[in-house]
């Protein structure tokens, strides 16, 4: 369905109107013999309402009486045949018909596609089948679900009410949170959790940052933060233009780590008002975007590079990981004090983004899944960039899962924070997200549909009886299919989630303003 403005609908009707009575008056007799025109006009007709803002040129061209406009009388200006009457009022139709087809599409509402009683299996499963390294993206995913106003896209992530109201306490959350703090012991690990990835214990540093500004009283919070922070900053490894290593054991990059600890380090500048902290949260998604997308036939990242044992291929969740973790640093960002100090890296921040989920939709299977590895799938027009054997090609739900729901985030942070402002120095300068995009060749309103087949796709694959999702990745052994995943679990959540927040904002928001963020 189109949203047609009716300035639009009425043009074409004049124009075809003109159009016609030029050929009648080329089929009479009288006509037949002008061999220039008389009385040529030229009349702006500006679509100015939304969704066009252009100005189309309309050539009314009057040879005869018959299609003279109203009101307008004869002169002379002998530069055109006949023939070219009827051409100049076809282009313009089609001119006027492509704005129109060329106008937003209307947002449509998302509908339910799993009952409450289904969420209640996959969330049940998600606490019951996580493991350590898998706490971070657990408690990310209660947040967003259960707790959204506390989560970095949530009213109150940066304004944690402390004490909080005890309807808004993240029960859940603090389980998982309470215990790390209790069991952790500093001297044989700084990180929240021992682990030989330097990674995933960061990623349970936002839901610990929660609590911890929120009230819970489990454990030496702030002691546990700091050791955190100080050991991912000055004692980690990092390669040689400042990644951190997402290994303890040797330097090595893993798409993953974009959403472990950069998010972290993001959350943690704008609680504690910290512009170095957050700066570092942007500079590390910078370097591993430096060294993992190598190439240049396509936005996806690369899944591990350098040290042993490395994955060049663009793994569905891997890429899922990288644009949900920036898009986690982009929301923390936009809604901080220090919004204003960071226009630049907000903006490619939401290019970055883009670009990996245009890469990856481009890949849709009929199904609205995408494989483990999307470019396996190879339209004509594409070819994978590496070697990889055809075995592993496989439908993977919780890449897929992962995807939509950063899709959905990044399209409800257009609508919220449509324009990036600069406060730096004496005056401030202005620009719209949605034109960034455009001008890197990216339309997220392009990418709405994609995603909602994939939800589709997501939906179906969870076992109704059971609630776990099936088809996916072994989360072990990433290249191989797997029977269940926590991850994937946790990516359910989150694309519903997602999912119902876009909905509550396009049911509270104009069309305009929609469009304004969206892009036209």
């Known amino acids: 369905m189109l949203s047609v403005s009716l ?46 803002n252009v100005t189309l040129k309309l050539f009314y061209a009057c040879g005869a009486a018959a299609c003279l406009p109203d009101g307008y009388t004869y002169g002379t200006c002998g530069f055109a045949s006949p023939p070219a009457i009827v051409a100049m009022f076809s282009l313009t139709l089609l001119a006027v018909a492509a704005c129109v087809a060329r106008a937003a599409p209307i947002v449509e509402v998302p509908v339910s596609l799993l009952t409450t009683s289904q969420i209640n299996l996959v969330r049940q499963r998600l606490i019951e089948g996580s493991q350590a390294r898998q706490l971070g993206t657990s408690t990310q995913a209660l947040l967003e679900y259960d707790y959204p106003s506390l989560s970095v896209y949530g009213s109150l992530a940066l304004a944690i009410p402390n004490p909080i109201d005890t309807s808004l306490i993240p029960g859940s959350v603090y389980s998982v949170t ?114 993992l997308k190598l190439d240049s036939n396509t936005g996806l990242w690369r899944h591990i590079q350098l040290g042993t044992n490395v994955d060049i291929g663009h793994w569905s969740s891997g890429n899922g990981w990288a644009a949900s973790g920036m898009m986690r640093v982009l929301a923390t960002i936009a809604s901080s004090s220090f919004s204003g100090l960071y226009p630049n890296e907000q903006a490619d921040l939401a290019t970055w ?44 739900a919780s890449g897929t899962a992962l995807l939509a729901a950063t899709t959905y985030r990044l399209a409800a942070h257009l609508v919220r924070h449509p324009r990036v402002t600069s406060t730096n120095g004496t005056g401030s300068t202005t620009r719209s997200l949605a034109d960034v995009l455009a001008r890197s060749g990216y339309s997220v309103r392009s990418l709405l549909e994609p995603a909602s087949k ?61 469009n304004a963020g969206l892009g036209d």
């Open 7 to 52: 300035t639009a609908k009425r043009s074409i009707t004049l124009v075809k109107t003109k159009l016609v009575r030029v050929l009648e008056a080329l089929r009479d007799p009288a006509a037949a013999h002008v061999s220039h025109i008389h009385g040529c006009h030229i009349q702006d007709l500006a679509l100015s309402s939304k969704p066009w």
């Open 178 to 291: 309470d215990r790390v703090i209790q069991t952790r012991n500093p001297l044989v690990s700084e990180a929240f959790v021992y682990d030989t990835s330097v990674g995933d214990p960061a990623s349970l540093g936002v839901a610990i940052l929660v609590a911890n500004f929120s009230g819970a009283t489990g454990g030496d919070y702030n002691t546990a933060i700091q050791q955190q922070l100080d050991y991912l900053l000055t004692k980690a490894p990092r390669n040689t233009d400042g990644a951190i290593s997402h290994r303890s054991e040797q330097i090595q990059l893993w798409s993953d780590n974009v959403s472990m600890v950069p998010p972290f380090l993001a959350y943690y500048g704008a609680l504690h008002n910290n512009a170095t902290v957050m700066a570092e949260a942007y500079n590390q998604v910078r370097t591993y975007r430096n060294g």
């Open 353 to 396: 983004i883009a670009e990996i989920l245009t890469s990856a939709w481009a890949y849709q299977l009929p199904n609205g899944a995408l494989y483990n590895y999307p470019d396996l799938s190879s339209p004509a027009s594409a070819t994978p960039s590496y070697e990889a054997s055809p075995s592993t090609a496989f439908s993977d």
């Open 454 to 514: 994939a939800r589709k796709a997501v939906a179906a694959s969870v076992d109704p009886s059971t609630g776990w999702l099936t088809g996916v990745a072994n989360p072990w052994s990433y290249s191989q299919p797997g029977t269940v995943s926590p991850e994937g679990q946790a990516f359910v959540l989150m694309l519903e989630a997602a999912v119902k927040d876009w909905e509550t904002l396009i049911k509270s928001t104009d069309q305009n303003t929609l």
